[in-house]
């Protein structure tokens, strides 16, 4: 019962940008797994141990080695160091059906799914206030105007998109965001997001 407490009040105080994780380049996608639930980190392989901090469900982690199927707990790198409970993760997404991610979607569908690590900002510029960094494969949801069509704006050479942070972390983020999109000056027909598949 202590234990359930102690780790209930960690994770008032962390904070929500603290629980979302960038994706290292130097990891090998075998070593990815997402968290099923919202989950703690512990300094030491045991529950008994000090919780470092509170991982949300769908979390991407990086595993320091791949453990066998007896272990309870592994080490990970990503996006912290620690020990995660092996029965709370599952096996990340993979781009395998890019193509069908980005395939047209019904009208007015407002589920996306992140490509590559972006910032989210509370205003559609660089300089915006930061909330936090999204890593691939996060589902997001985006808000429409009249016509079904995405919330967009554009400034500083990108098309932003506005992203309804309530539906998307219902519970950690309030209120809405935006992410840069497409940049017009670089890459201007490479999108950032892509349709969910249902």
């Keep these: 019962m202590f234990i359930l407490v102690k780790i209930a009040t960690f994770a008032l105080n962390v904070p929500v940008f603290a629980q979302i994780t960038q994706i290292p380049s130097n990891f090998s996608q075998s ?6 639930v919202d989950t703690p980190i512990f300094k030491e392989p045991s529950v008994l141990s000090n919780a470092i901090r509170i ?3 769908r979390t991407n982690i990086f595993l320091a080695y791949i453990p066998a199927r007896i272990d309870r707990f592994v080490r990970i790198k990503s996006p912290t160091s620690g020990f995660i ?14 193509q069908n991610l980005l395939s047209k979607p019904t009208i007015g569908s407002v589920c996306r799914q992140i490509l590559q690590t ?8 660089t300089k915006g206030d930061f909330i936090t960094t999204l890593s691939p494969n996060t589902i997001v949801f985006v808000n429409l105007v009249t016509g079904n069509i995405v919330k967009s704006y554009k400034s500083e050479n990108y098309i932003w998109v506005e992203i309804d942070l309530s539906r998307s972390f219902p519970g950690e983020l309030s209120g809405n965001g935006w992410i840069a999109n497409t940049d017009l000056a670089n ?7 892509a349709y969910c598949r249902y």
Excluded at 31 to 36: D, F, H, I, Q
Excluded at 118 to 125: E, F
């Design 31 to 36: 070593n990815c797994r997402a968290t099923k």
């Design 55 to 57: 991982l949300s469900a």
């Design 85 to 98: 409970q092996t029965a709370v993760l599952k096996y990340c997404q993979t781009n395998n059906n890019a």
């Design 118 to 125: 972006k910032t989210i900002r509370r205003q559609p510029s």
């Design 187 to 193: 890459t201007p027909r490479l999108s950032s997001l």
